[in-house]
């Protein structure tokens, strides 16, 4: 019956990640639902675009990822730029679980270890200051 099930959805046009709820991005595994957009090829190369601008500058730098939705160009940049933390941002509570499960999700020696600051609801004056900014807003 699952499979039917899963068959009839694929049918009506839902997105193969929304089935099986996970996809890749940089070669991480992340959480997707229907709360948040399915993260892109084209999404890597503004990762990789961030990963670059922090490699310029080396030290303890800060990331901050607007519009977070699964968290993924925040939480691979500070999985794969060992000294840059992320803080994840989105206005959406569906988009800020998801960004919980998909930060444990990652295991814990991968460089740069979880993000700081978690997920807050909204962007404060308490969090800082940031080197990075990364946002890929909801476009549709």
């Not at 991480?28 to 490699?55: C, G, H, W």
């Not at 993924?72 to 959406?92: F, N, Q, R």
């Not at 270890?113 to 946002?135: I, K, N, R, T, W």
Request: aromatic share 4%; proline share 11%; charged share 20%.
């Amino acid at each position: 019956m699952q499979t039917e099930a899963l068959l009839a959805r694929r049918l009506a046009g839902e997105p193969i990640a929304y089935l099986i709820g996970e996809w890749s991005f940089c070669g991480l595994p992340f959480y997707v639902s229907p709360e948040v957009l399915i993260p892109r090829v084209d999404t890597e190369m503004l990762a990789q675009l961030a990963m670059n601008r922090l490699k310029e500058n080396p030290g303890h730098t800060r990331i901050l990822d607007l519009c977070a939705g699964t968290g993924c160009l925040g939480i691979t940049a500070a999985a794969l730029v060992k000294t840059s933390p992320a803080v994840l941002v989105d206005l959406s509570d569906g988009a800020l679980e998801l960004c919980k499960r998909n930060i444990r999700r990652q295991p814990p020696h991968r460089p740069g270890g979880l993000p700081e600051g978690g997920c807050p609801p909204g962007p404060s004056h308490a969090l800082g200051q940031f080197d990075v900014l990364v946002c890929n807003p909801p476009y549709i």
